[in-house]
């Protein structure tokens, strides 16, 4: 029998199988030891073949995922973790206070998603806690980014902005991702019309958010489609990325790429390089050709491999 694995809490996975009947299963031991890249082999989303042994499932195949998502693994630095598999779109919950979310952070998840063919959507949550100070802020944000061909929205929940984001859910699978603290729990309890989920609490000595979801989960939205919570989220991993191909993570370098003296520019220090000319001429962000530097000169891309 197939299924979908809804949830993961380590060694016990919830299914769904005919019918959407809900089983738990566990995982057999040839499958653990095959994949030695990410921590956990089974993950959120993966469409798995089951088989029952008495009273017990046991997830004997997990079939090919057309995307993933992962993270850096908390305690191991040179592996990863995958937070869901074969979604069709993501809301990155973005703060700009309580807690704060840099332009690097959000550059390197779209770097990941964009590369595995995911389109992201920008959701810049808590506008009612900002000032003037940071309402220019968002605005210079929100435009970087809209310019760019992201869709963008605002959202607070004091001011019920969160009306129009349930529309861009329909008969879709979409992983809502963030920081700890930026309100994904709020917005997928909103969403699905419950409270189950337990809202984070946010430490005013550091202003980051306390982990109230500590495993993925995904969640049906009546008829209209499903979200994922997942938890919150410090780095990400570029897996199987080479540094060459790091800039088709930055949609807006593409067509200035092919401006590229060499096929194998890396936009950093070749000459005639259509990238770094867009920079200059302000068609490309020095704030995002920055990043893109930055995440090029991190030492675990660095020393990757094809």
Do not use: W
């Not at 997928?188 to 946010?202: A, D, H, R």
């Not at 008829?223 to 410090?234: A, L, M, R």
């Not at 000459?271 to 893109?292: F, M, T």
Request: hydrophobic fraction near 35%; glycine fraction near 6%; proline fraction near 1%.
């Amino acid at each position: 029998m197939e299924g979908i694995v809804v949830k993961s809490t380590g060694n016990v996975y919830d299914i769904i199988i005919n019918n959407n009947v809900l089983v738990k299963a566990y995982l057999q031991g040839r499958l653990r030891l095959e994949n030695n890249v990410f921590t956990n082999p089974v993950v959120v989303g993966d469409r798995v073949s089951l088989n029952k042994e008495g009273q017990n499932y046991f997830i004997n195949k997990i079939f090919k995922r057309k995307n993933f998502i992962v993270r850096k693994s908390v305690k191991l630095s040179k592996t990863h973790q995958m937070l869901a598999s074969n979604i069709d779109q993501v809301l990155l919950i973005v703060t700009l206070v309580k807690p704060f979310t840099s332009t690097k952070f959000i550059d390197r998840f779209l770097a990941s998603a964009e590369v595995q063919g995911i389109q992201v959507i920008l959701v810049f949550n808590k506008t009612d806690l900002y000032n003037e100070e940071l309402k220019i802020k968002l605005e210079y944000i929100y435009s970087l980014y809209n310019n760019i061909g992201y869709k963008c929205i605002k959202s607070s929940f004091i001011n019920d902005d969160n009306k129009n984001i349930l529309s861009l859910l329909n008969n879709k699978i979409t992983l809502i991702s963030g920081h700890s603290g930026v309100g994904k729990s709020s917005l997928i309890n909103y969403l699905s019309g419950n409270n189950k989920i337990k809202v984070s609490e946010i430490s005013e000595h550091y202003e980051l958010g306390k982990h109230t979801t500590t495993f993925s989960e995904m969640h049906k939205l009546g008829n209209q489609g499903f979200v994922i919570d997942t938890p919150g989220i410090k780095g990400f991993g570029l897996v199987d990325l080479s540094s060459k191909d790091l800039a088709y993570g930055f949609k807006e370098f593409v067509k200035y790429k092919t401006n590229c003296r060499f096929k194998s520019c890396v936009c950093v220090n070749e000459p005639d390089c259509g990238v770094k000319n867009a920079v200059k001429l302000d068609k490309i962000s020095k704030e995002r050709y920055l990043n893109y530097l930055s995440i090029l000169n991190e030492d675990n891309f660095k020393t990757r491999k094809r």
